[in-house]
């Protein structure tokens, strides 16, 4: 699924325009992700994802990198097997849309901050 565009807050994925936080599977958007703990990024937060079994998790920090990803949310994923990329939204946009081309990529996107 392409990304076409990201502005703060915005989203827009195959001509459909997303609002609020994300996450992109291979074929369906998930536009109704919510952290347990908003600016962290936990492992329960990812259940789903790591039930899909990706090689890739792209993690988008918003705009401004305001969402942590804890080493020990890192690590987890990477045990499983789960290459994991962390950047700014901007730019997990970017790295998405390359990586997704030859690889199961999942995104998780903050939008906002």
Known sequence: MKIEHYSFGRITIEGKTYTS????????????????????????????????????????TGAMGLMKVPKETISHLQSKGIEVHVARTGEAVAIFNKLQ????????FHLTC
């Open 21 to 60: 936080d994300i996450i992109i599977y291979q074929g369906k958007v998930n536009a109704s992700w919510w952290r347990k703990q908003g600016h962290n990024l936990e492992i329960a937060d990812l259940v789903d994802v790591l039930a899909a079994q990706p090689e890739v998790l792209v993690v988008g």
């Open 101 to 108: 081309k030859d690889k199961v990529a999942i995104a998780a």
